[in-house]
């Protein structure tokens, strides 16, 4: 018996955002030692810049949809303009939040706490009605929070720093950007027209207003330094075509597949990725909490399917 096309749809998401937390797994140590070289929020300036650039100079949905940002009239547009200020304004902030908070909080800690989307996602789903907790969900969601706790261990908390305080902000404003991006895909398709091409014009319109928040607040923050190497040529390519321009398109078009919980449960794969890349490329070791921690998430992402 063949698999019933929406079945597929739904298959093809979920292993293609499994694939896309592999690269935001990668990409984690590649930014942490960029720093060195350059101000946190100027990087993620860069990468945003860049990846809008390249969706403007290829793609005409990108331009279609990023003019009509500006010239929005009838409610349809205006209530699209609406949504993508949320989208694009919980994204920039979201980086924002994440990299300031680690000038003050330790790594650890940053990766508990903007993992926490797991628990900020359904709940604000369920809020505003657009999902409903089930048994399955309820049990994935512990799970998952239970092995980012052992897995991230942040434990002893040695007082609490603006940075905690930052990057659970963090955590929030993802977890509203995970949920009003399912929200508002439907409002671009109407607008712009095919699935390609409302994901492209999605991607452009929210990497506009997440580059226009992150340059309001750079003059703001620590003082800025970049030097030009090498490493961070590398650094800023890398994760601009893959973790920045490819990732929004891919989250664009896919995540709509499946529900925002479940998404959100694929995601918490990323710092499994994180620790067994740092276990098979860089040689560190994993405790047994850890690899049930890993274990644990895994299983929450499967049973939350």
Request: net charge positive; aromatic share 12%; charged share 10%.
């Amino acid at each position: 018996m063949a698999t019933p096309p929406l079945h597929n749809k739904k298959r093809r998401a979920v292993l293609t955002l499994t694939l896309l937390t592999i690269v935001w797994g990668t990409t984690f140590a590649i930014v942490q030692d960029s720093f060195s070289d350059i101000s946190p929020l100027l990087f993620a300036a860069l990468r945003f810049a860049i990846s809008l650039a390249i969706f403007l100079s290829f793609f005409p949905s990108a331009r279609e949809g990023v003019l009509l940002l500006f010239t929005a009239k009838t409610p349809s547009q205006l209530k699209l303009r609406k949504n993508i200020l949320i989208v694009g304004s919980t994204l920039g902030f979201g980086y924002i939040f994440q990299f300031l908070g680690l000038i003050t909080t330790t790594t650890s800690k940053s990766a508990f706490l903007t993992s926490t989307t797991v628990l900020w996602t359904p709940l604000f789903a369920r809020m505003i009605g657009f999902e409903k907790f089930t048994p399955r969900k309820i049990i994935s969601i512990t799970a998952a929070g239970i092995g980012i706790v052992l897995l991230t261990h942040p434990y002893p908390f040695e007082g609490i720093v603006i940075g905690d305080f930052l990057t659970l902000l963090c955590a929030l404003a993802f977890g509203v950007y995970i949920l009003w991006l399912d929200k508002t895909f439907p409002l671009v398709e109407e607008a712009i027209g095919g699935e390609v091409n409302s994901a492209i014009a999605l991607s452009a319109m929210q990497l506009t207003i997440a580059l226009f928040c992150i340059l309001i607040v750079l003059p703001f923050t620590t003082p800025l330094h970049f030097h030009l190497t090498n490493y961070l040529i590398f650094s800023i390519l890398y994760t601009t075509i893959l973790a920045t321009a490819a990732s929004s398109f891919i989250q664009a078009l896919y995540q709509k597949e499946i529900s925002p919980t479940a998404a959100v449960l694929i995601y918490t794969l990323e710092p499994v990725v994180t620790a067994l890349i740092g276990y098979l490329i860089v040689g560190e070791r994993m405790n047994p909490s850890e690899l049930v921690g890993c274990g644990l998430i895994i299983s929450a992402m499967l049973v939350g399917q």
